[in-house]
């Protein structure tokens, strides 16, 4: 069965940055886009942007330019997604999620990786 | 970018009632448009893409009707579990889109 395993929590400062990971399994890393969604209590989840693990093509969200960077490692069908220049606004649950059929209809998701910064 | 606003923002009802939650997009997004659940601690589950498809395992006491700017999500025979917050999302333009959640709980 698709799973997406998500690395654990982090805890950072102010200014620096961090890199979270995304473990694919149960399917072709390869076919499907790999997303990334930003959760923060009692606001709309947002999507920061794809990547396509076999060509490594991105699209971002306006938003989130300068502060994610997507990228896959197709040996171990992991994605990753490092934010930088980090502030407190950035605390959050990050997810990794997969489509199916259309882009966008996210079926799989994993189980979040808690992100926060404080000095 | 496109606006999801859902309506209510809570809801409070009884086993066994109808609920019925709202998603206005600000702009036609010819019925691409989802709906999840998401339980406290837990990841988002879907249940309904391009406006009323059922995702494979989700109860048929859910479903999902609309089109153009206006969408809904309604749930028959309320049961215990299906205490969640509730998000619509379009996936017509990027960036996608999510509402900004309803707080389904028991009276």
């Known amino acids: 069965q698709v799973q997406l395993q998500q690395s654990g929590a982090e805890l950072t400062k102010p200014g620096s940055s961090v890199k979270i990971s995304c473990k694919a399994s149960?399917?072709?890393?390869?076919?499907?886009?790999i997303s990334w969604i930003k959760q923060r209590p009692g606001q709309a989840l947002e999507w920061i942007g794809a990547?396509?693990?076999?060509?490594?093509?991105?699209g971002y969200n306006e938003k989130f330019k300068g502060k994610a960077t997507l990228t896959v490692d197709k040996s171990s069908s992991t994605a990753f997604m490092q934010l930088s220049s980090l502030t407190p606004e950035d605390t959050a649950v990050y997810y990794c999620?997969?489509?199916?059929?259309?882009?966008?209809?996210?079926?799989?998701w994993g189980q979040g990786t808690l992100v926060t910064v404080s000095s | 970018d496109i606006q999801m606003t859902q309506s209510p923002a809570s809801l409070s009802a009884s086993l066994g009632e109808t609920v019925t939650i709202e998603c206005l997009a600000s702009?036609?997004?010819?019925?691409?448009l989802a709906w999840y659940q998401q339980k406290p601690g837990k990841s988002p589950q879907l249940l309904i893409y391009?406006?009323?498809s059922l995702n494979d395992g989700v109860p048929s006491r859910f479903s999902g009707s609309g089109s153009g700017t206006q969408y809904s999500l309604k749930i028959n025979s309320l049961q215990s579990e299906d205490v969640s917050i509730y998000f619509c999302?379009?996936?017509?333009?990027?960036?996608?889109?999510f509402g900004a959640g309803t707080k389904l709980e028991l009276k």
């Open positions: 999620a997969r489509s199916f059929g259309a882009p966008g209809w996210f079926a799989y």
């Open positions: 149960g399917y072709t890393f390869t076919s499907y886009d």
């Open positions: 990547i396509n693990p076999g060509s490594g093509g991105t």
């Open positions: 702009e036609d997004i010819y019925s691409n």
């Open positions: 391009y406006a009323n």
């Open positions: 999302q379009q996936n017509y333009d990027s960036p996608y889109t």
